[in-house]
């Protein structure tokens, strides 16, 4: 019997996978970096096809692609601690934060990045 390797892996979503033509990486970096992440080393065999962007244990992965496909209605949504400050660093860089309905009471808005994603912007998640 081989002896079994336990690893200690935390339970959750570790990344979210966005496509970004390559004219657009520079851009969406900038962006992602207004809500808090920060460019992160990729294995040499991923270099030149994406970038990864980490904030707190969650990352961002942008899909370099020619012909990038962006949906309609996903969205990948972002819990941010300084909510009012992130939305004023939105809008100073030119980005216009939709406000949505509060349904469990805290404020959240919509905005979408340079590539075209749906990014929603969360004071605080719902309740478990």
């Avoid at 959750?12 to 970096?29: F, I, K, N, T, Y």
């Avoid at 244990?57 to 819990?79: I, N, Q």
Wanted: charged share 20%; hydrophobic share 45%.
């Amino acid at each position: 019997m081989r002896p079994r390797t336990i690893y200690s892996v935390p339970v959750g979503l570790h990344h979210l996978a966005l496509e970004v033509s390559p004219d657009r990486v520079d851009d969406c970096v900038g962006f992602w970096a207004l809500l808090g992440f920060q460019r992160a080393a990729v294995p040499e065999s991923l270099v030149g096809r994406v970038l990864w962007l980490n904030k707190a244990g969650s990352s961002v992965h942008l899909m370099v692609t020619d012909e990038p496909v962006v949906p309609a209605l996903g969205h990948a949504a972002v819990v941010i601690d300084s909510y009012e400050q992130t939305l004023d660093r939105l809008r100073d860089a030119g980005f216009e934060p939709e406000p949505r309905a509060e349904h469990w009471g805290a404020a959240r808005a919509y905005v979408r990045d340079p590539a075209g994603h749906v990014v929603e912007v969360m004071a605080a998640p719902p309740p478990v």
